[in-house]
């Protein structure tokens, strides 16, 4: 199943048609409070009152023209402006695409930097997401670059990618944001894990290889996942090696396990939930539903139900 929902993420026709269809619109709800800057900023206001923070992503990736990646830039300095009018606790997060990177790598590193400097003036930072590996080496060469002049960068890693250790050293020095995540695209066992359960496990060492530095101060560490075992795991480790349990962050998806997010909150958490809206939504509804074959059920019972 995943393979195959992996693959419709990809495919082109798949991408132009399914979209239209409106019970296929529905079954987005879940994931996505709308299609409009406004109603996720209305969506985010619930988290307010529980002290969760908030990421906003405008969906999009792979533009075809430099004249998009200007406009999502001018989109995402509206939303900070709109951030700071409604005095929210919330920072942006960016695929590099969505920036022009495969265009053209130093009108997106300037896109980005005058991103940076717009949230620097309310100390806000501007994460950088990961996307298939084909992008690895040149997002992680813009994060280098760009740390260099702004320190309010973050950058995504995936677990799954065999390579994400070596990497983690390399970013260490620059006193990184780093959010780990297991990793959504579909990658090669020659350079990535695919079992569940080798995933799982490179992710929890490479948490516990970062708790110290995130202890110390020289990181910012976000966990980027849903699964609460591993979570538990993790604080538990940090408070065995006793690092307190908030010098790491917890970050969440929107509209997935959502009770999960209030009661690690309510115990301390310092928790971030992710609302993504826009109406490029296809390939990365398609990648959530990949995570769980059961949301496919559940999208087909929205659908037709
Ligand atoms: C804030 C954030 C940012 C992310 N950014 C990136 C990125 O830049 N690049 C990238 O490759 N990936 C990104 N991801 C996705 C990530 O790689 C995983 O694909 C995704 O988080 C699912 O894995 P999991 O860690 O939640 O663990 P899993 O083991 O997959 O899930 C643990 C539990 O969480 C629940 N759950 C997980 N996913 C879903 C879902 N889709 N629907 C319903 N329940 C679910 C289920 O109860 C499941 O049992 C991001 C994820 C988050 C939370």
Redesign the pocket.
Known sequence: MRPLLLWMARNRLLKRWLPRIWFVRRAVRR?MPGETVEEALDAAEFFRPHGIGI?FTQLGENLADLSEAEAVADHYHGLLEMIAARGMDAEI?VKPTQLGLDLDRDAAERLLSSLADHAAQRNGLVWL???GSAYTDATLDLYRSLKEKHPNFGI?L?AYLRRTPADVHALLPLKPAI?M?????DEPSSIAFRR?DEV?GA?QSLCVLMLPHAGSGDLRL?M????TK?IERVAAHAEAVGVAKNVFEI???YG??QKEQLRLALEGYRV?A?VAYGEAWYAWYM???A??P??VLFALRQMFG
């Open positions: 994931f990421l997060s997401d990961m996307e995504c995936q959010r995540v297991k990793g959504a695209y569940k799982d992710y976000g980027g996942t849903h699964d591993l970050q969440m998806l997935i396990r971030l992710l990648r959530r539903l995570e769980r059961a949301n």
